[in-house]
């Protein structure tokens, strides 16, 4: 594919994608998604399986009904949910590639989302940015993304008969060499108590919060999104992506001691 070169930087003429003269160190990744088809959601239903606790039927239906429940209210979590958009940092840059339409939205001044048209010319765009932009030695930085977002992009490769960038094709064995992902979600927990009353998850915004970092409130959390996604509003789901993505980089800068200023 043809490359130019636009401000010291290397685009991928055929998409638009913004590349660099040189692999990334560090690559930060965050996604949204929509709902999913009824398809999804059946399949869920029909493979849903009660916990091995439970040998009352009667509760065991109650659990069904509530699995089914929360199927449908989140479905957006299910394997079959389609990615609209993935923010991505590098320490030279960022990108947001749009599965969602064409449209270029200018995101912020600095910022311009790749309208790929739709989730698989997405995917098909990511991975050619992915392989020019990472080696084995990149550093993956994610939130809640080694039970969420890894997983979420590849099952969507595989759903759509498509072959894995390389950086996120998983080892053969779990003794073989593996990409490193730091998973600010889980190293949070080694730096703070926090009282999460049983609850394994911490929000990313009550990180950055606890972190003091600067707030970039774009009024919307992950659970309006799938709305959002229905009335064609991207260009408000695509700022909370990019917004998401720059507040995990700094996170991750912070956690790390790699930002810039720490004394």
Same mark, same amino acid.
């Given at each position: 594919?043809? +490359?130019?070169?636009?401000?010291?930087? $290397?685009?991928?003429?055929? /998409?638009?994608?913004?590349?660099?003269?040189?692999?990334? %160190?560090?690559?930060?990744?965050? +996604?949204?998604?929509?709902?999913?088809?009824?398809?999804?959601?059946?399949?869920?239903?029909?493979? *849903?399986?009660?916990?091995?606790?439970?040998?009352?039927?009667?509760?065991?239906?109650?659990?069904?009904?509530?699995?089914?429940?929360?199927?449908?209210?989140?479905?957006?979590?299910?394997?079959?949910?389609?990615?609209?958009?993935?923010?991505?940092?590098?320490?030279?840059?960022?990108?947001?590639?749009?599965?969602?339409?064409?449209? &270029?939205?200018?995101?912020?001044?600095?910022?311009?989302?790749?309208?790929?048209?739709?989730?698989?010319?997405?995917?098909?765009?990511?991975?050619? *940015? +992915?392989?020019?932009?990472?080696?084995?030695?990149?550093?993956?930085?994610?939130?809640?993304?080694?039970?969420?977002?890894? &997983?979420?992009?590849?099952? /969507?490769?595989?759903?759509?008969?498509?072959?894995?960038?390389?950086?996120? /094709?998983?080892?053969?064995?779990?003794?073989? &060499?593996?990409?490193?992902?730091?998973?600010?979600?889980?190293?949070? $927990? /080694?730096?703070?108590?926090?009282?999460?009353?049983?609850?394994?998850?911490?929000?990313?915004?009550?990180?950055?919060?606890?972190? =003091?970092?600067?707030?970039?409130?774009?009024?919307? $959390?992950?659970?309006?999104? &799938?709305? +959002?996604? =229905?009335?064609? =509003?991207?260009?408000?789901?695509?700022?909370?992506?990019?917004?998401?993505?720059?507040?995990? *980089?700094?996170?991750?800068?912070?956690? %790390?001691?790699?930002? =810039?200023?720490?004394?």
């Amino acid at each position: 594919m043809a +490359l130019t070169k636009r401000n010291g930087k $290397t685009a991928t003429a055929a /998409r638009g994608v913004p590349a660099f003269a040189a692999p990334a %160190s560090v690559l930060c990744l965050d +996604l949204e998604t929509g709902n999913a088809p009824q398809a999804a959601i059946d399949l869920a239903d029909r493979v *849903w399986k009660a916990p091995s606790n439970l040998r009352d039927p009667a509760k065991i239906d109650l659990a069904r009904y509530q699995a089914q429940a929360k199927h449908r209210e989140k479905s957006a979590l299910l394997d079959g949910a389609p990615i609209a958009c993935v923010g991505a940092v590098v320490p030279m840059g960022a990108t947001v590639f749009n599965g969602m339409d064409s449209v &270029p939205y200018q995101i912020d001044r600095d910022v311009q989302a790749v309208g790929c048209g739709n989730e698989r010319e997405m995917l098909l765009a990511l991975r050619e *940015w +992915l392989d020019k932009m990472t080696t084995q030695e990149t550093l993956l930085v994610v939130f809640n993304g080694i039970e969420f977002d890894l &997983p979420k992009l590849r099952v /969507r490769y595989v759903a759509h008969k498509m072959s894995l960038p390389q950086v996120l /094709r998983p080892a053969a064995s779990s003794d073989g &060499p593996q990409q490193p992902v730091y998973d600010v979600m889980r190293m949070f $927990t /080694r730096f703070y108590t926090v009282e999460r009353h049983g609850q394994p998850y911490i929000s990313q915004d009550e990180v950055c919060a606890r972190l =003091e970092l600067p707030r970039f409130d774009c009024g919307i $959390t992950g659970a309006d999104v &799938p709305g +959002l996604i =229905e009335r064609k =509003e991207y260009s408000v789901v695509l700022k909370k992506c990019r917004i998401d993505s720059v507040q995990l *980089w700094m996170a991750y800068g912070r956690l %790390s001691s790699t930002a =810039e200023g720490l004394t």
